[in-house]
């Protein structure tokens, strides 16, 4: 299975079309069979209410034995959003204040809620990334306009950027890949969760035009 798992890369189907909805479904077939041997739903729906589109994942085990499975999303953001702009114009910030370690590299939070839209941080830090934050949302901001990305009930929560690359990632997670070579069994990996046969899993965020 290829860096961030199956559906990535997948082709999914439309399932149905109104105003101001979508919703998306990808279906195991022969040749995810290939990677994750289970069969499974993933049904993506997309709701537009206002500025904010709301984003809905369901996970369906249509096998007859537990399914493990991970979960996390990795959109990413113009940044600047306009011409004329910098990316060290823009922040990344909390609603709450963060104490927070970093998971991947020596940044962390300390009572903060700021963190500042700049490429030499991601040197010593590929990858930002902590583990249960305490805010609701994070938003990508020059204080003129930005976007605001829910991350309720996601365990961990991950920045990512390429040097000038025009763009930044936010990242909330219920799972992870391994952060070291040691081999895990995916089912024993930190954040997999288990689906029983015929069950299945719902999770949501939001991203709002602010």
């Known amino acids: 299975m290829g860096n961030h798992g199956i559906a990535r890369s997948a082709e999914f189907e439309t399932v149905s079309v109104t105003e101001d909805t979508i919703t998306m479904m990808l279906q195991s077939s022969e040749e995810t069979k290939c990677y994750y041997p289970f069969d499974f739903k993933l049904i993506v729906a997309y709701k537009l209410i206002g500025k904010k589109i709301q984003i809905t994942y369901t996970i369906q085990n249509d096998s007859s034995i537990d399914m493990p499975f991970s979960f996390g999303l990795h959109p990413a953001f113009k940044c600047p959003v306009e011409d004329g702009e910098k990316f060290e114009d823009y922040k990344l910030v909390f609603s709450n204040q963060e104490t927070l370690q970093g998971i991947l590299g020596p940044f962390g939070l300390n009572n903060e809620s700021i963190i500042p839209c700049d490429y030499k941080l991601y040197e010593d830090n590929p990858t930002i990334c902590f583990e249960y934050p305490k805010s609701s949302s ?73």
Not at 148 to 165: E, M, P, S
Not at 171 to 178: F, K, L, S, V
Not at 180 to 190: G, H, I, L
């Open 138 to 210: 994070v938003t990508l901001t020059n204080g003129k306009h930005g976007i605001k990305v829910d991350i309720v009930g996601y365990r961990w929560l991950a920045f990512w950027t390429k040097q000038n690359a025009p763009y930044v990632c936010i990242e909330p997670w219920h799972g992870h890949g391994d952060y070291c070579e040691d081999e895990v069994p995916f089912e024993k990996r930190e954040g997999t969760m288990i689906l029983k046969p015929n069950h299945s899993y719902e999770t949501a965020y939001g991203i709002e035009i602010c």
